[in-house]
T-cell receptor
Framework: GNSVTQMEGPVTLSEEAFLTINCTYTATGYPSLFWYVQYPGEGLQLLLK?????DKGSNKGFEATYRKETTSFHLEKGSVQVSDSAVYFC????????FGQGTELSVKP | GAGVSQTPSNKVTEKGKYVELRCDPISGHTALYWYRQSLGQGPEFLIY????????DSGLPNDRFFAVRPEGSVSTLKIQRTERGDSAVYLCASSLGGMFTDTQYFGPGTRLTVL
């Protein structure tokens, strides 16, 4: 069945560091892919999405490119801020969402 | 506009008791989803409604769990004979049409603690 494997955390970075959170998936066909974010004390919210292969989703300085050949959707940001501290989830839709286990990011000033 | 709301925000109950968790989706959203999130894990799918009917209930762990959406808007997740292992955050989400590319909007969750 469909599944998502996500880089384990926690990840601790200094402000302005480069961020990569790896995500790979197993799925039939070519689904859309999502990154959700959960800030402390808040609900899950969509960060970005890509609906077809080679699409790049972007939002708030974050980017992820849908790579069909490597079945990956890695999340990147060139310069993280303290306010980016949160838990990040890669997700695969198919009616319901299939989530990775989440990666906790902590950004220190 | 108003987002997805869930009540109560916290529920503490004793083993063996019955609980109901409520979800108010975004107005006009036909699809509604329930997920369960245990500490340190990603949300796990429980059930999906398209309108009033359960389109996919394959994630319900056993027959103690049941959900309804009688008028196609508000939904209630019902758990009978609660067990300590049911303790988790229960999340509700809604989307406009339930298509694969539709964004799901999540509520803040109900934290259930079974003592």
């Amino acid at each position: 069945g469909n599944s998502v494997t996500q880089m384990e955390g926690p990840v601790t970075l200094s402000e302005e560091a480069f961020l990569t959170i790896n995500c790979t998936y197993t799925a039939t066909g070519y689904p859309s892919l999502f990154w959700y974010v959960q800030y402390p004390g808040e609900g899950l919210q969509l960060l970005l999405k890509a609906t077809k292969a080679d699409d790049k989703g972007s939002n708030k300085g974050f980017e992820a490119t849908y790579r069909k050949e490597t079945t990956s959707f890695h999340l990147e940001k060139g310069s993280v801020q303290v306010s980016d501290s949160a838990v990040y989830f890669c997700a695969l839709p198919g009616g319901k969402l299939i989530f990775g286990q989440g990666t906790e990011l902590s950004v220190k000033p | 506009g108003a987002g997805v709301s869930q009540t109560p925000s916290n529920k503490v109950t004793e083993k063996g008791k019955y609980v109901e968790l409520r979800c108010d989706p975004i107005s006009g959203h036909t699809a509604l989803y329930w997920y369960r999130q245990s500490l340190g894990q990603g949300p796990e799918f429980l059930i999906y409604f398209q309108g009033t009917g359960a389109a996919d209930d394959s994630g319900l762990p056993n027959d103690r769990f049941f959900a309804v959406r009688p008028e196609g808007s508000v939904s209630t997740l019902k758990i009978q004979r609660t067990e300590r292992g049911d303790s988790a955050v229960y999340l509700c989400a809604s989307s406009l049409g339930g298509m694969f590319t539709d964004t799901q909007y999540f509520g803040p969750g109900t934290r259930l603690t079974v003592l």
